[in-house]
């Protein structure tokens, strides 16, 4: 394993470049794989959205400026193709980003790719319910177990407020848990 600097190094020099990329998508593209598909809940899209962000993150590692870890700066890009993502999806369908989010999930019944239990969906169904924020907040904290300083980098917000958006979170999904029939 190629410490943080060494694949930096290597990402942003011509010769190395593609080889360290391959490195770098052998090492982060099932976590971020997962983050994504959190957020846009289908497979298919979670696919397109990775592609899209590992493109992103090829043309642009020469702006990377390593004020913070690599892994915060790419967990960025993730968060905000897929938000873009869905928020276009959306659109598309003249509907409310919080609807859309609702279908989504609806629609996790009947995906095969889904493996997850009936408990797993009433949680996903209950996520869906949340804010943008506190759904990033609390998937980062709760499934990805992100430390919270980790959490701020990515999406550039106080520690002191993520811990807030957490707490709503967890009290929003423990309500709809308990009043879910």
Not at 52 to 67: G, S
Not at 76 to 99: H, L, S, V
């Amino acid at each position: 394993m190629i410490d943080e600097i060494t694949l930096i190094d290597q990402l942003q020099q011509s010769k190395t470049k593609e080889t360290a990329f391959r490195h770098l998508l052998s090492q982060y593209k099932e976590r971020l794989y997962w983050h994504i598909r959190k957020i846009v809940i289908s497979h298919d899209d979670a696919d397109d959205v990775l592609q899209n962000t590992f493109i992103k993150i090829f043309k642009n590692i020469d702006n990377f400026k390593r004020d913070s870890k690599l892994y915060s700066w790419m967990y960025r890009i993730a968060t905000n193709e897929a938000i873009t993502f869905i928020n276009k999806k959306a659109k598309e369908k003249n509907i409310d980003i919080n609807d859309y989010q609702q279908q989504l999930v609806s629609s996790l019944d009947s995906d095969l790719l889904f493996t997850g239990d009936e408990v797993q969906l009433i949680l996903q169904k209950a996520i869906a319910t949340l804010p943008q924020k506190q759904q990033l907040v609390f998937n980062m904290k709760y499934f990805e177990e992100m430390k919270y300083e980790e959490i701020s980098d990515v999406l550039e917000t106080s520690v002191g407020a993520l811990k807030a958006s957490y707490h709503i979170a967890v009290k929003k999904i423990e309500k709809f848990i308990k009043n879910y029939n």
